[in-house]
Antibody, heavy 125, light 107 residues
C-alpha cells in the first residue's frame, strides 16, 4: 500500500492550490479516504472525508466553504482543492486511507491505517 | 466537537520502563478511540484501534485500554525506537478529533 501526496508549495493569501494523492497497492474504490493536516510544530487536525463512491463528503468547520475534496476511482487518486487560503492553513497535508476493523464485538469505528508522507503548503506573502 | 485531552504532554523514561499515556474525552465515545505514533518528520502510524485492538505488525509491548471517556496507551518496556509523539483520536463523531500529543523521550 502506498499513498503519495503532491501539489504543495508556497502560495499567497487568498490564493488557491490543488493537492493530489496517488495511490497503489490496494483497491482504491473500496476505501473511504480523508485529508489530515499538521501545522508546523503542532498536532494533527482532520479536515475532510470522502466516502468510497464519492457521494458522502464531510469537512471540518475550519475549511468548510473553502476546500473541496474529490476522488477519481479510475485513476486511484484523491484530491483537495484549496481556495481562499489563509496563513493559518500553512501545514503539512496528509492523505490517509480509512478502515473499519472487526473485533468480537462487531465492526469498529474508522481509523486511518495508511498515510502518505505529506506535502507542505505554505501560505504567505 | 468532542474535546480530547492527553496527559502528560511529554515524558522522559528509561529504556525498559513501563510508560502510560492517558486520553480523556469531553463526552462518552464508547470504544471509538485510536492511538497513533508519529516519529519526527514522518507520517503517523496506527498502533491501536477500537481502544484496545493492536494493529497488525505493531509490537506487543504496546497495549490500549479504556472506554467511555477514559483511555490509556501503555508501553510495557520502553525501547529506543519508541521515541515519538503519540496521539489519541476519536472516531465516534464528526469532526474526528485528535489529542494534542504526548512526546516520549529516553532519559
Amino acid at each position: 500500500v502506498e499513498l503519495e501526496e503532491s501539489g504543495g508549495g508556497l502560495v499567497q493569501p487568498r490564493g488557491s492550490l490543488r493537492l493530489s494523492c496517488t495511490t497503489s497497492g490496494f483497491i482504491f474504490r473500496n476505501y473511504e479516504m480523508s485529508w489530515v493536516r499538521q501545522a508546523p510544530g503542532k498536532g494533527l487536525e482532520w479536515i475532510s472525508y470522502i466516502g468510497d463512491s464519492g457521494s458522502t463528503i464531510h469537512y471540518a468547520d475550519s475549511v468548510k466553504g473553502r476546500f473541496s475534496i474529490s476522488r477519481d476511482n479510475a485513476r486511484k487518486s484523491l484530491f483537495l482543492q484549496m481556495d481562499s487560503l489563509r496563513p493559518e492553513d500553512t501545514a503539512v497535508y496528509f492523505c490517509a486511507r480509512q478502515k473499519r476493523g472487526v473485533t468480537r464485538f462487531g465492526v469498529t469505528g474508522p481509523y486511518f491505517d495508511y498515510w502518505g508522507q505529506g506535502t507542505l503548503v505554505i501560505v504567505s506573502s | 466537537d468532542i474535546q480530547m485531552t492527553q496527559s502528560p504532554s511529554s515524558l522522559s523514561a528509561s529504556v525498559g520502563d513501563r510508560v502510560t499515556i492517558t486520553c480523556r474525552t469531553s463526552q462518552s465515545i464508547s470504544n471509538y478511540l485510536n492511538w497513533y505514533q508519529q516519529k519526527p518528520g514522518k507520517d503517523p502510524k496506527v498502533l491501536i484501534y477500537a481502544a484496545s485492538t493492536l494493529q497488525s505488525g505493531v509490537p506487543s509491548r504496546f497495549s490500549g485500554s479504556g472506554s467511555a471517556t477514559h483511555f490509556t496507551l501503555s508501553i510495557s518496556s520502553l525501547q529506543p525506537e519508541d521515541v515519538a509523539t503519540y496521539y489519541c483520536q476519536q472516531s465516534y463523531g464528526l469532526p474526528w478529533t485528535f489529542g494534542q500529543g504526548t512526546k516520549v523521550e529516553i532519559k
